[in-house]
């Protein structure tokens, strides 16, 4: 088994390289308009605090119990992007991942960017679905945060095989060198896995055209809950929208600011054969990229 590479951090601690887990989800964030907003709706429904982040003032980490959840960057109206939830996959080499992007008839809307930590770049499908790229480093820890999985990602897409071809190509998926995230078919859907691990799923039957943003083209980060109803609750009361609902198991909702996550009831997220039985990321999680 090859050893993922390391680096040393300021405080003498090793952290993990993205080319050591490359072309695996390293990380999701919002990215939005208003943090201050942000954090007064996600505070509410999902009982969220927030600590600065290492990238800027412009970003914010959210923590569940002391424990690291997800990103939030205030950079949409910036970067005139939309507001949305996003993974971020880990590249060896952001300016060629973006190169495999453009040759393929992906977007790069964003980027390759320099933060203090590394490189990204905001990217989306052929079919419109967005997501992200990092190089650079990955926290101390950041295998318990990918074992927790206090978040997980879902494409919801056209054609799960061929959304299967292009991300392969791009992020190195299955291409046989130490390291690699394999792929394999479950089915209908595609499932990626790291290190054994399923990280990630791909499925068929959404519609570039459609007027509901829940069955268009686009990566879905579900988020496993304890009280999927109570979340709902608040979220109405704060200024959120219910999508699509599933009482006491799933349901997507969008803030006020347009962001699209999903509620997955912890207790039944094994269903999805990538997170397990989580109750608000109690498990141990160390710092996440942020």
């Not at 930590?117 to 419109?128: F, N, Y």
């Amino acid at each position: 088994m090859t050893r993922e590479p390391t680096a040393a951090t300021a405080s003498g601690t090793a952290a993990t390289s993205s080319g050591g887990v490359y072309g695996a989800p390293c990380w999701v964030s919002l990215m939005t308009r208003d943090l201050g907003a942000a954090h007064d709706f996600y505070g509410a429904v999902m009982g969220w605090e927030f600590r600065p982040a290492r990238l800027g003032e412009e970003f914010s980490v959210a923590l569940s119990g002391g424990k690291v959840i997800a990103g939030m960057g205030a950079l949409a109206s910036a970067f005139h992007v939309a507001v949305a939830w996003t993974p971020y996959f880990a590249v060896q080499n952001a300016d060629v991942t973006a190169g495999r992007i453009r040759e393929r008839s992906g977007t790069v809307a964003v980027g390759p960017v320099a933060f203090a930590l590394g490189r990204g770049a905001l990217a989306a499908d052929r079919d419109g679905a967005v997501f992200g790229i990092w190089e650079g480093e990955l926290p101390t820890g950041w295998e318990g945060w990918r074992s927790a999985a206090p978040a997980w990602v879902r494409l919801h897409t056209r054609d799960a095989f061929e959304a299967a071809i292009f991300y392969g190509e791009v992020l190195d998926w299955a291409c046989g060198r130490p390291g690699c995230c394999d792929v394999e078919y479950e089915g209908d859907e595609v499932v990626l896995r790291s290190a054994g691990r399923a990280v990630a799923r791909l499925s068929s039957g959404a519609l570039e055209q459609a007027p509901d943003p829940a069955i268009r083209p686009r990566w879905q980060v579900h988020f496993p809950v304890s009280d999927v109803e109570k979340r709902v609750t608040a979220a109405l009361q704060h200024g959120g929208t219910v999508i699509a609902h599933e009482p006491e198991v799933q349901a997507t909702l969008r803030d006020p600011d347009g962001g699209l996550f999903t509620l997955t009831d912890a207790g039944t997220a094994d269903r999805t054969g990538i997170a397990t039985a989580l109750a608000d990321a109690d498990a141990a999680v160390a710092e996440p990229p942020d």
